[in-house]
């Protein structure tokens, strides 16, 4: 070992206050914090109703794939789970999508600062006495995201066999319609790919575990693609919820017959 | 225009200390590294500060100004308004040895723990080849100047002294991270990251890409990227069956001493 001389006592400056930070450092967190409990709110309700989730071709992105027995009938219900159906269909299903942003790395930096503080912003003093973070349980769980990845991308195939459906008209069922539900469930399968393409655990199994980039130039290929996606992965994460929640709003209106019977719905 | 700054700067030793207050000009284009060695030169010769290029290269000047981690010498004073009084303090991590100057030894006693870079033995000197697509991923955090700016800002140690002796801090596991990507380095780091270096208690909130004066990504190219290759050795059932099927062999570092 190197000779360490003696040094002065080890004593940190005493500063008592939490934060000397003079910028709105409280405004993000509180912005994320808003716009989070927002969409859970919705999202839940929405989850919760078991009703005007379907109109005619379209379904709403939070109760496809509709697998309970219990399912309005669509081309999107496939009547599989006899059991749980005191649940709603979307609950059944939520646990993918909801683990798979729960435990996303952007994800979890917004809840991380805006909710449990840790830090609320940088070189703000958190409220907690201890902190052991993702080191062990509970939030060592945060690490089986990979699996969410993997179940997320058969939940986009499902929404995106939603959004070719949807080219149906709700009314007739007759093929080559465009209406408004068309645009919104095509654009949020789109959003949705996008969102989990530029996943970090996506690029880590794409081409970030390797070593020689050059011995695999088509990983490496895909890696820079996504890499670069990466960079936006917040947006993405918050495009496409906020589109997720505004389809199903739409279908909800829809179904629930605000807009009346219209040509382009 | 030269104008009158108000400057409270945190005097003391050995951790006793308070905010002075000081009242120093300043002429167009300065920076706080400029406006602090007026006031050492005009008002305060005992005030003790580090600083050595001027040119955010040498990663001495780290201090905290209006409570955010900064280089002195990369801080413009234009950024401020002029009747605003800046709290200049020194970096609250690390001990304090004298008015802005800290005892950073923490940070090179963690980077003698990670063991260095292991080739094959059976290369030898100017054999190796390399292609910029293998080392460019790790280039991005040589660009690091050291400043320990990310170190003192990450609440795993600011806010949890007793942390230390578990955490290497994000610029050491970005140093493990490096060692990890590196295409001729043989060793396997990812248990004594988790282990040894306490990958798992960074909560990937940013902090310290936010302040890293060289804006090296250190979160998003780093420390997700290992902890992705840590999941990878510890904690995925898939990858480790794979490993036992196919018997891949584990070049574990030695773990590092006085941790087990
Ligand atoms: S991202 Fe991790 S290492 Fe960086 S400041 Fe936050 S907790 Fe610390
Ligand atoms: S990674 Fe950035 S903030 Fe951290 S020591 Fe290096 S240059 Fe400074
Ligand atoms: S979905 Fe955000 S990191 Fe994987
Ligand atoms: S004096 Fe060298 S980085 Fe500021």
């Known amino acids: 070992m190197t000779q360490v001389t003696q040094g002065p006592a080890k004593t940190r400056a005493q500063i008592q206050a939490k934060t000397l930070r003079t910028d709105p450092w409280y405004r993000s967190p509180r912005v994320t914090a808003t716009g989070l409990t927002i969409i859970v709110l919705y999202l839940l309700f929405a989850s919760f109703a078991n009703t005007d989730y379907i109109f005619g071709s379209y379904i709403s992105p939070l109760y496809s794939p509709c697998l309970a027995t219990t399912c309005t009938p669509s081309d999107s219900s496939f009547f599989l789970v006899p059991w749980l159906t005191w649940l709603t269909p979307a609950i059944?299903?939520?646990?993918?999508?909801?683990?798979?942003?729960?435990?996303?790395?952007?994800?979890?930096?917004?809840?991380?600062?805006?909710?449990?503080?840790?830090p609320a912003?940088?070189?703000?003093?958190?409220?907690?006495?201890?902190?052991?973070?993702?080191?062990r349980l509970p939030l060592i769980i945060q690490?089986?995201?990979?699996?969410?990845?993997?179940?997320?991308?058969?939940?986009?195939?499902?929404?995106?066999?939603?959004?070719?459906?949807?080219?149906?008209?709700?009314?007739?069922?007759?093929?080559?319609?465009?209406?408004?539900?068309?645009?919104?469930?095509?654009?949020?399968?789109?959003?949705?790919?996008?969102?989990?393409?530029?996943?970090?655990?996506?690029?880590?199994?794409?081409?970030?575990?390797?070593?020689?980039?050059?011995?695999?130039?088509v990983r490496y290929k895909a890696w820079t693609v996504i890499s670069r996606l990466n960079n936006y992965h917040m947006q993405f994460a918050w495009v496409s919820l906020t589109w997720v929640t505004l389809t199903d709003?739409?279908?909800?209106?829809a179904a629930a017959g605000v807009f009346g019977h219209g040509r382009w719905i | 225009m030269a104008y009158m700054a108000n400057l409270r700067v945190w005097r003391g030793d050995h951790g006793e200390g308070k905010l002075v207050d000081y009242s120093v000009e300043v002429n167009e284009g300065e920076v706080v590294l400029d406006i602090l060695h007026r006031l050492q030169a005009t008002q305060a010769n005992d005030l003790a500060l580090r600083w050595n290029c001027k040119a955010g290269k040498c990663?001495?000047?780290?201090?905290?100004?209006?409570?955010?981690p900064r280089l002195g010498c990369m801080t413009r004073m234009s950024i401020f308004d002029q009747d605003q009084v800046l709290t200049i303090t020194p970096m609250r991590t690390f001990p304090v040895i004298r008015d802005?100057?800290?005892?950073?030894?923490?940070?090179?006693?963690?980077?003698?723990?990670?063991?260095?870079f292991s080739p094959d033995p059976a290369t030898k000197p100017g054999e190796f080849r390399m292609q910029q697509v293998d080392v460019q991923r790790s280039q991005e955090f040589r660009k690091c100047i050291e400043c320990y700016l990310c170190q003192n800002v990450c609440h795993v140690i600011r806010d949890h002294e007793e942390n230390m002796p578990a955490y290497a801090g994000p610029r050491f596991l970005m140093r493990v991270a490096e060692l990890e990507m590196h295409p001729a380095d043989m060793?396997?780091?990812?248990?004594?990251?988790?282990?040894?270096?306490?990958?798992?208690?960074?909560?990937?909130?940013?902090?310290?890409?936010?302040?890293?004066?060289?804006?090296?990504?250190i979160t998003d190219n780093a420390l997700i990227p290992?902890?992705?290759?840590?999941?990878?050795?510890?904690?995925?059932?898939?990858?480790?069956?794979?490993?036992?099927i196919t018997r891949k062999q584990h070049r574990d570092t030695p773990r590092v001493p006085g941790k087990h």
């Open chain 2, 100 to 116: 802005l100057v800290t005892d950073v030894s923490f940070n090179y006693e963690k980077a003698r723990q990670i063991p260095s």
């Open chain 1, 143 to 217: 690490n089986v995201h990979r699996y969410f990845f993997w179940i997320a991308i058969a939940f986009n195939i499902f929404l995106t066999y939603d959004a070719v459906v949807a080219f149906k008209n709700p009314y007739t069922g007759a093929w080559g319609h465009f209406g408004v539900g068309t645009l919104m469930l095509v654009v949020n399968a789109i959003l949705l790919w996008i969102y989990s393409v530029s996943c970090h655990a996506c690029r880590h199994i794409t081409g970030g575990r390797l070593k020689h980039f050059s011995k695999h130039p």
């Open chain 2, 226 to 244: 290992l902890k992705e290759r840590v999941v990878g050795r510890k904690y995925d059932p898939l990858v480790w069956l794979g490993g036992k």
């Open chain 1, 121 to 135: 912003a940088c070189a703000v003093a958190e409220p907690h006495a201890r902190y052991r973070g993702e080191s």
């Open chain 2, 59 to 68: 990663g001495s000047c780290s201090m905290e100004i209006n409570g955010r």
């Open chain 1, 249 to 253: 709003l739409y279908i909800r209106l």
């Open chain 1, 92 to 118: 059944i299903i939520i646990g993918g999508p909801l683990g798979f942003r729960f435990t996303c790395y952007y994800y979890r930096k917004a809840y991380y600062r805006s909710f449990w503080r840790s």
């Open chain 2, 187 to 217: 060793a396997d780091r990812r248990n004594i990251a988790q282990d040894d270096f306490g990958l798992g208690y960074c909560n990937i909130t940013k902090c310290c890409t936010e302040v890293c004066p060289e804006g090296i990504h």
